[in-house]
């Protein structure tokens, strides 16, 4: 196994060409937030947060990979891979902000 | 089980071969730490250091004294968690890196009082709170950070 150090110059181009990006610190590589390029973060890392106890789960996505030990929460939307993919469709063919 | 899997990261920099003994039964880790880690559940499957290859950029982040955390550094994949005492520690592996753990059944939880409320794992897995899991493992030094 070998040890490299992050080539930043090539992780920025690959975050260039991608539709959206995943941030985790550079030091521990702790999950920070998930984004669509040019987007404001919109989906950021839970565990950040000091206390998350007044957070409520609104929407599940790709629940087609759900395992049965992870039960759906009662009040959340609940999409799966086909409806996310039209989304992401949408989304680069301009249909939507 | 001891069939040949193989398992990658998100960007695929890095390859993770498991030939022989390994544990198809994630178990779910709520510390604080692990939280922090992951972004909000940890998971991972125990596989012997001898049944483990792996190819490709990886880095390491010493969380304690006593383990280290290591991820891809190109596409920030977690990769395994593992003790620090050489070469002979089996391997902590992220079951998300291989596609043959979609179907493993949970096999247990620990510090499941600390779960997050958005994180409710269900079935009869064995399960240990905080205070359980540290009385059993002396060495941890706690986990607030």
């Known amino acids: ?97 | 089980m001891s069939e040949t899997l193989e398992g990658h990261c998100l960007c695929g920099a890095v390859t993770i071969r498991i030939d022989g003994e390994h544990d198809p039964r994630p178990g779910a880790c709520h510390c604080r730490m692990c939280q922090r880690w992951t972004g909000g559940l940890f998971l991972c499957f125990y596989a012997a250091a001898e049944t483990v290859t792996v190819e490709g950029p990886v880095t390491r982040f010493a969380s304690s004294s006593f383990a280290e955390r290591a991820f891809c550094p190109k596409c920030g994949s977690h990769l395994w968690m593992r003790d620090l005492d050489g070469t002979t520690s089996g391997y902590d592996l992220m079951p998300g890196l291989f596609d043959a753990a979609r179907d493993w059944p949970l096999r247990s939880e620990i510090y499941a009082d600390c779960a997050m409320a958005s994180v409710r794992l269900e079935g009869n897995h064995h399960r240990e709170t905080r205070a359980e899991y540290q009385a059993k493992n002396p060495h941890i030094e706690g986990d607030a950070r």
Do not use: H
């Not at chain 1, 950021?44 to 929407?59: F, N, Q, Y």
């Not at chain 1, 891979?81 to 469709?89: G, I, P, S, V």
């Open chain 1, 1 to 97: 196994m070998t040890i490299y150090d992050t080539n930043w110059a090539e992780a920025e181009a690959a975050r260039r060409a991608w539709m959206a990006e995943r941030a985790v610190c550079s030091a521990c590589d702790a999950t920070l937030y998930w984004r669509m390029r040019g987007r404001k973060p919109r989906s950021i890392a839970v565990a950040l947060l000091d206390d998350p106890s007044g957070l409520k789960v609104t929407e599940e996505i790709f629940v087609d990979y759900r395992p049965g030990w992870l039960p759906p929460f009662e009040d959340a939307t609940q999409s799966t891979e086909a409806k996310e993919m039209e989304k992401l469709r949408k989304f680069q063919a301009g249909e939507t902000q």
